[in-house]
Every structure is written in C-alpha cells, then in structure tokens.
C-alpha cells in the first residue's frame, strides 16, 4: 500500500468516476483502474462495486469504512514529509473559539512566535464543540473552548474568566448597572456565547421573540451597533478590542450572566514530538495570563468596575 494507491483512491471516491479521477491525478484511466485493483488485493477486500454499464461508482461497505483511515494516512504521509524537508522545525496546532484567537491571546501568539522561531504555530477558529473533537482526534494539540464537555481522552483546566458587560454607543441612554427589563430584544445585537448565556437569555427574553440582528463572531458586533438604541453582551476583551472603532462603552448589567470561563483542553496522550512544545506553550499561556493587564483576572471579574466611562 503506497501513497499513490491511496491517493487514487480518495480520487475516486471525490469524483465519483474512473474517468474524473484519471482527469483530476492527469494519469490514464486504466492506470487507476490498476491502481485500485493492487490496493485492494493488498487490503483483501473489495472497495468499489462494478457495475456493468455505470460510470458512477459505488462504494461497498468495506470502501465506505476505509475512507477515513485513507483521509488519516494521506494526512500522517504528509506530516511525515513535511519532517523530511524542514527536520529542524516543530508544528504546534492551536484551536480557539473567535474571542480567544482575535481577541484574547493574539499578543500571546505574538510574542511566541517571536521567541520560539523553530515552532510552526497553527491557529484555527472553530466552535467549542468542534474543538473538542479535534483535540481528541490530535488534529489540534491545545483548545481553548468556553464550555467543558466531558472526554475520557481529554484534560480540561479553567484558564481564565471574564465578566459580560452592556455594550452601546457612548451617546446611548443606556446606564451602569442597568436592568435587564430595561433593555428591548428588538434593538439587540445577538451573539450566542454558549449554553450557560443562553440560558441567562431565555430566562429574561423570551425565546421566541426575535433580536434585530443576530451574528457569530465578536469581530461583528460593531458593524451593527451604530445606533444609540442598539446594544450587545460582550466579554472584556472584546469590548476592549472593538470600543475604539465606533465610540463604544459598556455597562455592568444587574443580574448579568455569568462570567465566562475559558478552559483548555489537551489530550492525555498527545502526539510525543508536540509534547515538548505544548509545554513550552503552556508556560508562556500562564505568563501572559497572570500578567497582561487585558486579561480578566480574578480582582477584576469581581470588582464590578467599568473598563472605559466617561
């Protein structure tokens, strides 16, 4: 079984033809035919049906199962390759909801790629619950989510939380310790931050009422808070990010949500030659944590105080 063989063989699946796949690795057709049958007498078992007069084929049960252990081996070849050509260079794959890679620890990342030029740092954005998944299948080697979830495979340690705080227009009516009931869901600029705010939100707006917009990322936010009626539930870091942009502030909410706690998570198994790396990464993570002035640690979660007034 060799690279070619599996190569043809995500081909064809892909395409859903001899002749595509032919096109696609610029080879002939009878040349992936050849190739798929020596992976499958390799394998022992058949991979496609063959169906007299179809040019569509069909994955058998057997092809259907060895589809993701081909995905699998194609990505470890390329690894492997990639070792070949820069021996002196290590990968560190980093996944993070949007607040923490555009927000939070894009100094962080800064600064340790600055002072560790030999680690390849690869960052991803995703939602928690993908996180998880690719930190336990080792695609990522460190998440950085806002809920934990339990995995056998996985360890997750709170990190650091942030208070939610009322964010609008500095010339808004909107004041400090505002009242939930003084706020309408129709000038609200939503953004779901996960299951815990959710349910804060549902119990003082009702579900079924609709916000004026609702987006996905912090970086967002902004765009639509342009009018003095508008207002959002944002974390520290985000507000501090975006405030500047359209004269923003932001007000502690009475009976606010909870704060936000950010967990990372890593895999009790890591792969063993990221593991020196993971480490190096979280000393410099704990650093920057305890003393970067933008993060929320614990005297400013519960202080109360606003970042920015008048």
């Not at 507000?239 to 923003?248: C, G």
């Amino acid at each position: 079984m060799n690279f070619e063989q599996i190569e043809t063989f995500l081909a064809v699946v892909n395409g859903g033809t001899i002749s595509s796949a032919a096109d696609s690795l610029y080879v002939s057709q009878s040349t992936i035919s050849t190739r798929i049958m020596q992976l499958e007498n390799e394998l022992g078992v058949k991979l496609f049906l063959r169906q007299q007069g179809h040019r569509n084929v069909e994955l058998t049960s057997h092809g259907e199962m060895f589809v993701p252990i081909a995905n699998e081996w194609i990505t470890l070849f390329r690894e492997t390759m990639t070792l070949k050509a820069e021996p002196d260079s290590r990968k560190l794959a980093i996944a993070s909801v949007d607040a923490v890679n555009n927000y939070t620890f894009t100094e962080l990342y800064r600064k340790f790629v600055r002072q560790y030029p030999d680690i390849r740092l690869e960052l991803n954005t995703h939602h928690s619950n993908e996180i998880h998944k690719l930190v336990e299948n080792k695609t990522a080697d460190i998440g950085f989510v806002y809920s934990s979830a339990s995995y056998p495979s996985l360890i997750s340690v709170p990190v650091y939380r942030e208070l939610m705080y009322l964010v609008c227009r500095r010339d808004s009516s909107y004041h400090e310790d505002i009242a939930c009931s003084e706020l309408d869901i129709r000038n609200e600029v939503f953004l779901n931050w996960g299951p815990d705010y959710k349910r804060w939100h549902d119990a003082h707006w009702s579900p079924f009422q609709s916000p004026f917009i609702t987006v996905n990322t912090g970086s967002m936010l902004q765009h639509y808070l342009d009018d003095p009626e508008h207002w959002a539930v944002a974390p520290k870091s985000v507000i501090q990010a975006i405030h500047k942009e359209r004269d923003l502030v932001c007000h502690t909410i009475k009976d606010g949500p909870s704060p936000r706690i950010c967990y990372k998570i890593t895999h009790r198994y890591p792969v063993p030659t990221r593991a020196s790396a993971i480490r190096q990464f979280e000393k410099e993570m704990q650093d920057f944590v305890q003393n970067d002035s933008s993060i929320c640690i614990y005297e400013d979660w519960m202080s109360g105080t606003n970042i920015f007034h008048e």
